[in-house]
T-cell receptor
Framework: GDSVTQTEGPVTLSEGTSLTVNCSYE??????LFWYVQYPGEGPQLLFK?????EKGSNRGFEATYNKEATSFHLQKASVQESDSAVYYC????????????FGAGTKLTIKP | GPKVLQIPSHQIIDMGQMVTLNCDPV?????FYWYKQILGQQMEFLVN????????KSKLFKDQFSVERPDGSYFTLKIQPTALEDSAVYFC?????????????FGEGSRLIVV
């Protein structure tokens, strides 16, 4: 079945430094890739999604490129802020067929001022 | 943006009792999901539901679990009887029909404590 593997947390960074959270996936189907963010006490919410290979998604300074050859979708941000502290989930769903969305284990990010 | 509402937000229940978690999905959404998150751990898929039927369920969806959406009202997760290991936050999610997008919208969770 489908699987998503991402950087094991927790990750702690200082404000203003750069961020990379690795995400790799396995699927036999043609997927849409997602990054979700979960703030404390809330449900996950969509950060952005990319339905097509070799395209880039971005939101709030975060970005990721759908790399079909490498089966990767790494999350990056050039300069993190304290408000970025949250859990980040990489996820995929097939564009055709079943409706299941597969999430990675999540990466807890803490940004220190 | 679209909102998924979950009721109750918190519930404490005695082991062996029944509990029903209610979800009011986004209007006009067609696919419904439940996820379970034990404190400090990852979110795990339980079940998805479409057109009145369970489409897929995980190993975590024990025989004591059931879901339904009678007459288009709340999408419910019922646990009967509850066990200590059912203590977790349960997230409901919904998404539009296949042609309308595949983004999943989550509620804020129902925290269940079984004592």
């Amino acid at each position: 079945g489908d699987s998503v593997t991402q950087t094991e947390g927790p990750v702690t960074l200082s404000e203003g430094t750069s961020l990379t959270v690795n995400c790799s996936y396995e699927t036999k189907q043609y997927p849409t890739l997602f990054w979700y963010v979960q703030y404390p006490g809330e449900g996950p919410q969509l950060l952005f999604k990319v339905p097509k290979a070799n395209e880039k998604g971005s939101n709030r300074g975060f970005e990721a490129t759908y790399n079909k050859e490498a089966t990767s979708f790494h999350l990056q941000k050039a300069s993190v802020q304290e408000s970025d502290s949250a859990v980040y989930y990489c996820a995929l769903t097939p564009n055709y067929g079943n409706e299941k969305i597969t999430f990675g284990a999540g990466t807890k990010l803490t940004i220190k001022p | 943006g679209p909102k998924v509402l979950q009721i109750p937000s918190h519930q404490i229940i005695d082991m062996g009792q029944m509990v029903t978690l209610n979800c009011d999905p986004v209007s006009n959404h067609l696919y419904f999901y439940w996820y379970k998150q034990i404190l400090g751990q990852q979110m795990e898929f339980l079940v998805n539901f479409y057109n009145g039927k369970v489409m897929e369920k995980s190993k975590l969806f024990k025989d004591q679990f059931s879901v339904e959406r009678p007459d288009g009202s709340y999408f419910t997760l019922k646990i009967q009887p509850t066990a200590l290991e059912d203590s977790a936050v349960y997230f409901c999610a919904s998404r539009p029909g296949r042609r309308s997008g595949n983004t999943l919208y989550f509620g804020e969770g129902s925290r269940l404590i079984v004592v």
